[in-house]
């Protein structure tokens, strides 16, 4: 069931993909009736027909609204879906295969199944797999566009940082995550009066609609403008110092069951809905800290692999043995030149710091002991591990806690504005209406 679950959603998400038409590698297609226009593309009644036909099949039929309301949802969906993989052709972002193929390999481990199982379970659910991976690449393709083209717009300052890591620090109580639904009815650039009391009175009145009782599933599905509509406009877990600052002031105190909205942004008007929250305990952070020292021996022309390693396999001789000590030999034959002249020390520091191949020899030791020969991405070194300690960086973790949940709160935001501005620079035409968006 997890994994029907987790299938179902990667189907309905924004980012799947079911136009596989629209990658940029996919094959010509039959041609055959269109339901829109989206600058020289276009969305064919068959993608709009098969992502019909999934909706309704995965989804409780008292959450969807009447097939004409769920048919707009779905063009609006591919719609935004083939804006973002037009961007990304023009900016040339690609996802090879084997980022495909390591991103279903760790779905299949997080169901701990193996690539055959999964491969067993979409047979049984009537998803190929070659349709699977090409929606996995079109997601992790528009998720890179996005960040691509948002990140540059996001500025966090180091007061903010600090601002927030204090106050998850002093008020521990604060740090909640929320469960929400969201509708988003968005209201177009410049827009004009009459547009914005449309809008406000839509929102009104969904409002009192989901005040007195009725499914929010169904009207999130019905009306919402947003990525989460087609999920009955659930967000799922998260914390609300994350979520725009606009919902947080509105969420602290809301307790499980509200409806809250209209809540007016640059891209619309935002009704939510508390589908469950839980505070989560403080926490105090502990690090293993290593420190150690080392001895380079880098290859070029002259010194290949077995050469480097075989000196370094002598001086190792020399050092076991009592000849001379490790700061003596590192001082002399080292070619680290930031380490050499204080004995190959390396101070203080996190394991991950290291490369690979350095930090997984250097995890291995025992305190006082010298690794053999090893080599990294820099060269073939030998390494003492000096001594370790635990180190408390809570305030560190906080920090770094506080710069992702302000990325994220923004992030989100930008999101939204970025895909209304792609809307609002594009020539769409719906078949069927009389007016182009």
């Known amino acids: 069931m997890k994994l029907l679950k987790l299938i179902i959603a990667l189907i309905l998400s924004i980012n799947l993909g079911f136009i596989t038409s629209l990658s940029v590698n996919a094959a010509p297609k039959v041609v055959e009736k269109v339901a829109a226009v989206v600058n020289n593309n276009v969305i064919l009644e068959s993608d709009v027909n098969d992502m019909l036909k999934t909706v309704k ?6 959450n969807l609204p009447n097939d004409k309301l769920l048919r707009q949802q779905i063009i609006d969906r591919l719609v935004t879906e083939n804006l973002i993989l037009q961007k990304a052709a023009k900016a040339k972002i690609t996802i090879s295969d084997d980022e495909v193929t390591d991103a279903i390999e760790k779905i299949a481990a997080e169901n701990d199944m193996s690539i055959d199982e999964l491969r067993g379970k979409l047979v049984t659910m009537g998803v190929s797999y070659s349709v699977y991976r090409d929606r996995i690449q079109n997601d992790m393709l528009i998720e890179q566009t996005q960040m691509n083209e948002v990140k540059h717009r996001i500025n966090i300052s180091n ?9 998850i620090a002093q008020q521990p109580t604060n740090n909640i995550d929320v469960k929400i639904s969201h509708i988003l009815i968005s209201v177009p650039e410049n827009a004009s009066k009459q547009q914005i009391d449309t809008a406000t009175n839509k929102a009104r009145d969904i409002v009192n609609r989901a005040q007195k009782g009725e499914n929010f ?8 403008n947003d990525e989460f509509a087609l999920k009955g406009g659930s967000m799922g877990w998260n914390k609300l110092n994350e979520l725009p600052t606009i919902f947080e002031e509105r969420l602290i105190r809301a307790p499980k069951g509200s409806i809250i909205g209209p809540i007016r942004s640059g891209v619309g008007f935002h009704i939510l809905k508390v589908d ?21 021996i880098k290859t070029n022309v002259l010194v290949n692999d077995q050469t480097a390693k075989q000196k370094l396999t002598d001086i190792r001789k020399t050092i076991t043995s009592g000849t001379t000590t490790f700061e003596s030999a590192a001082k ?26 350095f930090k997984n020899a250097l995890t291995k030791l025992k305190k006082g002991e010298i690794s053999q020969p090893i080599k990294s991405a820099y060269g073939w070194h030998l390494i003492q591990l000096i001594d370790t300690r635990k180190v408390d960086r809570t305030a560190l973790a906080k920090k ?14 930008e999101v939204q504005v970025w895909i209304q501005e792609l ?4 020539y ?3 078949i069927g209406e009389e007016k182009n968006d």
Do not use: C, M
């Open 57 to 62: 099949a995965s989804t409780d039929p008292k």
């Open 159 to 167: 007061k903010e940082i600090e601002d927030l890591a204090k106050n």
């Open 217 to 224: 599933a169904k009207l999130a599905t019905s009306y919402s």
């Open 276 to 296: 469950d929250s839980r505070t989560e305990a403080p926490k105090t952070i502990t690090v293993q800290e290593v420190n150690a020292r080392h001895i380079l």
């Open 332 to 357: 002399t034959y080292s070619e680290d030149p930031g380490s050499a002249s204080n004995g190959g020390n390396l101070g203080w520091n996190l394991p991950e710091r290291y490369d690979t191949g």
């Open 400 to 413: 770094e806690q506080a710069y992702r949940l302000i990325f994220n709160r923004k992030f989100t935001e």
């Open 423 to 426: 809307k609002g620079d594009a």
């Open 428 to 430: 769409i035409k719906i």
